[in-house]
């Protein structure tokens, strides 16, 4: 079952600073945030596991609500480098599940 | 630093051809994986591969499509009978642990079914 991603879209001022959700209905065993830029392959970001923790790469972070099955990425004095679409993607606490994807996150940044 | 690629990078065939995409991992990865992305759409789950065997595969992974591990460094992906709805980029992704790890994804196959 796929995590759901929010919001669908996002425009954002170079500088600004924004939030994507990502929640799911199972129990999670690690969060994974992917960027993807236009005809590339996803490229990872981050993990977050189980036990809940809070991560940073630069100016973009992360967190995981293991009790509420959510994560958030933060991105922070975006740059137009960061546009692109961010996925989540989730493996449940079940044993042996794949990665699987939410819908992403199409986020643009302008001057 | 080491990389996961694909060949060919785009393939063009016609309705109820087969096509077998081709995939080398990162050398000391264990687990191997293939997605597909409709254009426009999200990545989606089809199969996982670990000790020379599937470990999970979703429902679009039915009998249209197998994988192989021919040698010591490919990973293939063979759709028999291909439908003009299997058009969309294939990628191949390989990690050094299963929950744990990044996956690392190549540059994608773009399959397009005429």
């Known amino acids: 079952q796929q995590p759901v991603q929010s919001p669908q879209a996002v425009i954002l001022r170079e500088g600004e600073d924004a939030v994507i959700n990502c929640s799911s209905s199972k129990a999670l065993y690690s969060v994974h945030w992917y960027r993807q830029k236009h005809g590339e392959a996803p490229v990872f970001l981050m993990i977050?596991?189980?036990?809940?923790e809070q991560k940073g790469h630069d100016k973009i972070s992360a967190s995981f609500n293991e009790k509420k099955q959510q994560s958030s990425l933060y991105l922070t004095a975006s740059q137009l480098s960061y546009s692109g679409t961010y996925f989540c993607?989730?493996?449940?606490?079940?044993?042996?599940?794949?990665?699987?994807f939410g819908k992403g996150t199409r986020l643009s940044v302008i001057a | 630093e080491p990389e996961v690629t694909q060949t060919p990078s785009h393939q063009v065939t016609q309705m109820g051809q087969e096509v077998i995409l081709r995939c080398v991992p990162i050398s000391n990865h264990l687990y191997f994986y293939w997605y597909r992305q409709i254009l426009g759409q999200k990545v989606e789950f089809l199969v996982s591969?670990?000790?020379?065997?599937?470990?999970?595969k979703s429902e679009i992974f039915d009998d249209q499509f197998s994988v192989e591990r021919p040698d010591g460094s490919n990973f293939t992906l063979k759709i028999r009978s291909t439908k003009l709805e299997d058009s969309a980029m294939y990628f191949c992704a390989s990690s050094s642990s299963q929950f744990n790890s990044p996956l690392h994804f190549g540059n994608g196959t773009r399959l397009t079914v005429t």
């Open positions: 591969f670990y000790n020379n065997e599937i470990s999970e």
């Open positions: 977050l596991l189980k036990g809940g």
């Open positions: 993607g989730t493996v449940r606490n079940s044993g042996n599940t794949p990665l699987v």
